[in-house]
């Protein structure tokens, strides 16, 4: 089956700086690959997605790339803002059928003023 | 719609006793989910559904874990005997069939057996 690994398991920046999250998944089937922001003692929630078929996509401050050779997609954030500190969560899917979504660990990101 | 809606939102019981988590979806989502989630391991699929037929129950823990869809509109976990390390946020999720892999999560049910 699938299996996604998240680095780091922290992160912790400055105010204005950027911040970087990495994945990788062990399924080459895998074709969708969303990220999801879970603030402290709430639901986690779809921020910003990629499918198999577009290298990366960005939407304001957040962008996210993928290798499908290597089997890694990434999330960047960039000009971090205090409200950007949650757990960042990247997941794996494929579409033939089956709509099994596998989360990685998890990233605790703590932006400082 | 008021999105996905769980109850209760918090339980505390004690070792053995049975506990049953309720989840109603998104109307017109295809697919429910139900997740665990702890420090330890992370958000953990349990089961999912689609059209209200079991799909995928590999990540249920053991016979001590069971979940039913009955219609399209309710769905309920169940856990008997509930032991302590039971204890978590068990999250249910629904989606759509025309927006595969984006789940709509409910607040969750913060389980705490004792």
């Known amino acids: 089956g699938e299996n996604v690994e998240q680095h780091p398991s922290t992160l912790s920046v400055q105010e204005g700086d950027s911040a970087v999250i990495k994945c990788t998944y062990s399924?080459?089937?895998?074709?969708?690959f969303p990220w999801y922001k879970q603030e402290l003692g709430k639901r986690p929630q779809l921020i910003i997605d990629?499918?198999?078929?577009?290298g990366e996509k960005k939407d304001q401050r957040i962008a996210v790339t993928l290798n499908k050779t290597a089997k890694h997609f990434s999330l960047h954030i960039t000009e971090t803002q205090p409200e950007d500190s949650a757990v960042y969560f990247c997941?794996?899917?494929?579409?033939?059928?089956?709509?099994?979504?596998?989360f990685g660990a998890g990233t605790r990101l703590a932006v400082h003023p | 719609d008021a999105g996905v809606i769980q109850s209760p939102r918090h339980e505390v019981t004690e070792m053995g006793q049975e506990v049953t988590l309720r989840c109603k979806p998104i109307?017109?989502?295809?697919?429910l989910f139900w997740y665990r989630q702890t420090m330890m391991r992370g958000l953990e699929l349990l089961i999912y559904?689609?059209?209200?037929?079991?799909?995928?129950d590999s990540g249920m823990p053991e016979d001590r874990f069971s979940a039913k869809m009955p219609n399209a509109s309710f769905s309920t976990l169940k856990i008997q005997p509930s032991e302590p390390r039971d204890s978590a946020v068990y999250f249910c999720?629904?989606?759509?069939?025309?927006?595969?892999?984006?789940?709509?999560f409910g607040e969750g049910s913060r389980l705490t057996v004792l």
């Open positions: 999720a629904s989606s759509s069939e025309l927006k595969v892999g984006e789940l709509f």
């Open positions: 109307s017109g989502h295809d697919y």
């Open positions: 559904f689609n059209n209200n037929v079991p799909i995928d």
């Open positions: 990629i499918r198999s078929n577009v």
């Open positions: 997941a794996a899917s494929r579409r033939d059928g089956y709509n099994k979504l596998i």
């Open positions: 399924d080459s089937a895998s074709n969708y």
